[in-house]
């Protein structure tokens, strides 16, 4: 039972990150924080889908497969298809970034502030 828990250490520390991002999303209030947790959640996707692509004693699917050492053919692939998404994942993730600190900076100088309630507050008063 213990040997399960800890040879599952990688989806463990993705739950973690995971529960981290989620935490720092709902619970700040400052727009910029929220930013930084969204990215941590998404760290923790990537993780868990490119440990998920791994296989113990596999290669690069690419025929023909053979050790170096003894020349004989490998049957144990890895899955490329979990590193090429989060490539693409990554890319969205930095655009997304970009656009969400590029629109925090436009409501700093339109409400002087990048704190949510203070943001509410003004935008009541107006």
Not at 41 to 69: D, H, R
Not at 114 to 126: A, G, N, R, Y
Request: without cysteine.
């Amino acid at each position: 039972m213990t040997g399960d828990i800890v040879g599952l250490y990688n989806y463990w520390i993705a739950i973690a990150l995971m529960m981290t991002g989620f935490y720092i999303v709902i619970a700040k209030r400052n727009l910029i924080k929220k930013v930084i947790g969204l990215n941590i959640f998404q760290v923790s996707v990537f993780l868990l889908y490119i440990t998920m692509g791994k296989v113990e004693g596999g290669t690069t699917p690419i025929m023909p497969a053979k050790k170096f050492s003894t020349g004989e053919e490998l049957t144990a692939f890895s899955n490329p298809l979990p590193s090429v998404l989060m490539l693409t994942a990554i890319v969205v993730g930095v655009a997304t970034t970009a656009l969400a600190l590029a629109l925090i900076v436009r409501i700093h100088e339109e409400y002087g502030s990048t704190e949510e309630d203070e943001i509410l507050l003004k935008d009541q008063e107006s």
